[in-house]
C-alpha cells in the first residue's frame, strides 16, 4: 500500500510500495513481478503399482479463486478451465452478496479428495467449510460490531490478508482500513489494483492507479464488490477485532520493519527510506 490522498505528483510513472504477504515472501530485490501461477499442492501416496496419486489438495491462505481453479485442474488432471466451468453446476451455498462468485468462500485448508474426486465435490467442501467458519457466531457478532454484514467482513479480511506483511500487522492494516473508510477516504490498497489487473505485482505505476475497474480504490470510494482473495482465520480475525489506532497510512520500508503512521509527511518519509532500501538491494543484486 502506498496511499496519497494528499497531492501525488504526476512526474514519472514509476512508484514505490509497500510488500504484500506475496512480495515478503519472494525477498523482493529488483522489484520483479511475482508469478500469479498457481502451483497445486498435493499430498501424495503410493499405489500398489508403485505410481504416485495424490490424496489430498492443500489451498493456501491468500489464494485468489482463479489460482484455486488451476490447482483443481492440476491435482485431478483435468483440462485448464474445467473446474471454473464446474461452477455452474457446482450448487454452491454462497451468500447473496456474492452474486454466484465463490472468491473469498473458497477457505484455505487441506481437502482429503476422498473417492471419485471431482471438481464440484472440492469446490463445495471449501465453500461449506467458509460457511462454517464465517456464520458462526464470533465471526457474525465481530461483523455486527463493526457495523458489517459478514459478506464486508470477509471483504476486509481479504484485503488484510494480501496487505499484512505478517499476521502481527494484519489488526494494524484491518485499522487503517476502518480508518480510512471512517474519513470518506479511498482505501488505496495496491492489493486491489493488483486484483483487478489479474496480477501479483511489487510496484504500481501512477498509471495503474488510473486503471477503469470497480477494484481501483484510487479512484473508487468504499470496498471492492467481492474478496479479492480467499482469507484464513488471522486476517478474518483481524477483519472483526482490528487494532486501535489511528493509523492511516503504512509502508514495509524492509521485511520486519512495517511503519504505520496517522501523519502523512511521516509516511512520505517512511516512503523514501523503502525507497533508498530498494534502490540499494537493486544495486547489489545487479553487482552479483
Do not use: C
Not at 451468500?95 to 476422498?114: K, M, R, S, W
Not at 505505476?205 to 468504499?222: A, E, F, H, I, L
Amino acid at each position: 500500500m502506498q496511499t496519497n490522498t494528499p497531492r501525488r505528483s504526476t512526474r514519472g510513472t514509476r512508484r514505490t510500495i509497500r510488500l504484500t504477504r506475496r512480495g515478503r515472501i519472494a525477498l523482493i530485490v529488483t522489484g520483479a513481478v511475482v508469478a500469479g501461477t498457481a502451483v497445486a499442492v498435493p499430498l501424495l501416496t503410493t499405489d500398489d503399482e508403485g505410481e504416485s496419486r495424490p490424496t489430498s489438495l492443500v489451498i493456501p491462505e491468500g489464494w485468489r479463486a482463479t489460482q484455486v481453479y488451476e490447482a483443481v485442474d492440476k491435482t485431478l488432471a483435468l483440462p485448464p478451465g474445467t473446474t471454473k466451468k464446474s461452477l455452474a453446476k457446482a450448487n454452491l451455498k454462497l451468500p447473496n452478496d456474492a452474486e454466484g462468485n465463490p472468491e473469498g468462500y473458497l477457505f484455505p485448508a487441506t481437502y482429503p479428495l476422498g473417492e471419485n474426486p471431482t471438481p464440484e465435490k472440492l469446490l463445495t467442501a471449501m465453500v461449506d467449510t467458509a460457511n462454517k467458519k464465517f456464520t458462526g457466531a464470533p465471526v457474525a457478532a465481530g461483523a455486527q460490531r463493526n457495523a458489517l454484514n459478514v459478506y464486508q467482513a470477509v471483504t476486509i479480511a481479504s484485503i488484510v490478508q494480501a496487505e499484512a506483511a505478517d499476521e502481527e500487522d494484519m489488526g494494524k492494516v484491518a485499522r487503517v482500513v476502518f480508518n480510512r473508510l471512517e474519513r470518506g477516504m479511498p482505501l488505496q490498497m495496491d492489493s486491489t489494483i493488483n486484483y483487478a489487473l489479474g496480477r501479483s505485482t511489487l510496484e504500481t505505476s501512477t498509471k495503474d492507479t488510473k486503471v477503469d475497474s470497480p477494484y481501483n480504490s484510487y479512484q473508487r470510494m468504499g470496498l471492492p464488490p467481492t474478496p479479492i482473495d480467499n482469507p484464513g482465520d488471522e486476517a478474518m480475525s483481524a477483519a472483526i477485532n482490528p487494532t486501535p489506532g489511528d493509523w492511516l497510512y503504512f509502508v514495509t520500508v524492509k521485511p520486519g520493519d512495517t511503519r504505520f503512521t496517522a501523519d502523512y509527511a511521516e509516511h512520505q518519509r517512511n516512503v523514501a527510506e523503502f525507497n533508498r532500501v530498494q534502490e540499494s538491494a537493486s544495486k547489489e543484486a545487479q553487482a552479483k
